[in-house]
């Protein structure tokens, strides 16, 4: 058997109609050669259209060769010209097919397929003008959005109708509040934050599907400002205020925001003047494979803050331009290791150098994306069950990567705040005007 793996710079988005198992082979970092081996041996035959795929998935994960019994090595620095490299030593190879007797040829990306899906979003009407930059979907089925005017909305139908489940904070005015974060766990328990300086940061929550919110927390700092929150768990979650006494802040509840406590700062390392967090997308804080992320603006360049367990941190620069309206909007991991962060400058929306980067050592050290997403960009998500994909969103467009954030390809330029994919074929996207799309990426 001939295992073909190809190199080459970014990767275009190419369609593939049977994919599913390959996918899961070839989603990560530690795949098995033999595992794929086994599986188009156990077949019992060639199947040119089998390899072809095989060829494909290799091609866009970015796998630079594959010895036998080895494990696919990490993405590589990715301009490179392409280069075929056929591997005999699997099993007795009597021959390539012919279909990829053009690959072993090949010195120009024009032997490979340039044919890419229809990547769209598709907007789901929601009747309403405000801007939503809080998001929280919960599977294909159900989503919460909040934002502007005090206004959080609710589908349980794939965003074919929503029902309005906003506050109602009567007697205060309820249109004055943002509510720029949400966390939901179905279609029943969802928090929502306030952001705002002094007692216009709060959370409140409901149980009951929005019928009823109860406030959980109401800040009583004149100079805390909170941007953002997040959850590890239905249980225990971090919000995030802008620097108080010279450091970030922290709130923490340990019973899904029912209670609040402040987190003691002494583990925070000091914010430089003029740094701060951005209340943009809901992900200037993150928490995956129990650990805890910070993504911080207002300084060259922007930060990122890493902590094991919520109470110690260390912070790193991000390789994102920072300053007075720039630096890292949005901060996620795949796993304990593999991170990603955009941001950009939000007054400069198309404006594209130095907007991304990305990690592969939990944060420690961050590295400039080689192409970077079309302009300033607020939010990014892994696509779940993807190994390396991801997508980015800004007021300026949408972008994919195969790579983990090393090379970023445009393919749409609809305007969105933040984004969050929850499942391998689904993300879904909201942002200013109303507007709450899906993306369907089952032909990926």
Known sequence: ??????????????????????????????????????????????DERL??????????????????????????????SIAVIPIMKLFNCAGVPALLMPLLSATTSSALPSSQPHLTWSLKPTNSSQQFRGLSPVSSQVVWVSGTRGTVLRTVDGGSTWTNVSPSLAPE?????????????????????????????????TGDGGKSWKRTFLNDEPTAFYDCLAFENSKHGLALSDPVSGKFRLIETWDGGATWAIVDSAGMPSALSGEFGF???????????????????????????????????????????????AGVFSVRFHDAENGIAVGGDFEKPTANKDIAAWSRDGGTSWHKADSFPGGYRSGVSWVSGRGRSAIAVGPSGSDITFDGGQNWRGFDNGTFDTVDCVRENVCWASGSRGRVARLDLARL
């Open 51 to 80: 390899l072809y795929y095989i060829i494909l998935f290799t091609y866009l994960n970015g796998i630079s060769a594959v010895q036998q019994d080895d494990i696919l090595p990490s993405t590589l620095h990715s301009h490179f």
């Open 173 to 205: 005015n309820a249109t004055t509040f943002e509510f720029r974060d949400i966390q939901a766990w179905s279609a029943n328990a969802a928090v929502i934050l306030s952001i705002g300086e002094g007692n216009a940061s709060r959370i409140y929550r």
């Open 279 to 325: 209340a943009a997308s809901g992900t200037c804080i993150e928490a995956a494979a129990g650990r805890w992320y910070i993504a911080s603006g207002g300084v060259e360049p922007g930060r990122i803050f890493r902590s094991d367990d919520g109470y110690e941190w260390k912070v790193s620069n991000s390789s994102i331009a920072g300053g007075a309206a």
């Open 1 to 46: 058997m001939c295992i073909l793996a190809i190199r080459t710079g970014s990767p275009p988005i190419i369609a593939n109609p049977a994919r599913d198992w390959i996918l899961a082979f070839l989603a990560g970092d530690e795949i098995g050669v033999k595992a794929i081996s086994d599986r188009v041996h156990s077949l019992g035959k060639w």
